[in-house]
């Protein structure tokens, strides 16, 4: 399912309710909603992303005693949005920052 994925469509998304919703509902399932010790008693916050018709690319500060980060990719598939990657990532501003790290380089 990941060769479905295509980095270069995405176009850049500075908050969650830009996403689509498909990949909101698969997030917030996977923790983004989730209560934790963070702003706003939350476990993770959106830090940016990016959508296309067919991929999306969502990265979040998840806190703790030390915070880390994270990106998921979701490919669309069959009429529904799938999680297909994980990475563990540096905070990023950007969604060019977020390829940077969830992009293999081309050799």
């Given at each position: 399912?990941?060769?479905?994925?295509?980095?270069?469509?995405?176009?850049?998304?500075?908050?969650?309710?830009?996403?689509?919703?498909?990949?909101?509902?698969?997030?917030?399932?996977?923790?983004?909603?989730?209560?934790?010790?963070?702003?706003?008693?939350?476990?993770?916050?959106?830090?940016?992303?990016?959508?296309?018709?067919?991929?999306?690319?969502?990265?979040?500060?998840?806190?703790?005693?030390?915070p880390t980060?994270?990106?998921?990719?979701?490919?669309?598939?069959?009429?529904?949005?799938?999680?297909?990657?994980?990475?563990?990532?540096?905070?990023?501003?950007?969604?060019?920052?977020?390829?940077n790290f969830?992009t293999p380089?081309?050799?």
């Amino acid at each position: 399912m990941f060769k479905k994925y295509e980095p270069e469509s995405l176009v850049e998304v500075k908050t969650f309710a830009d996403l689509p919703d498909g990949v909101k509902t698969l997030a917030n399932q996977d923790g983004m909603d989730a209560r934790g010790e963070g702003p706003d008693g939350k476990l993770r916050r959106f830090m940016v992303g990016g959508k296309s018709e067919t991929s999306a690319l969502v990265t979040y500060e998840q806190f703790g005693f030390v915070p880390t980060y994270g990106a998921v990719a979701y490919v669309y598939t069959d009429a529904h949005w799938v999680m297909v990657r994980r990475w563990e990532i540096s905070k990023v501003t950007t969604l060019k920052g977020a390829l940077n790290f969830t992009t293999p380089s081309s050799k």
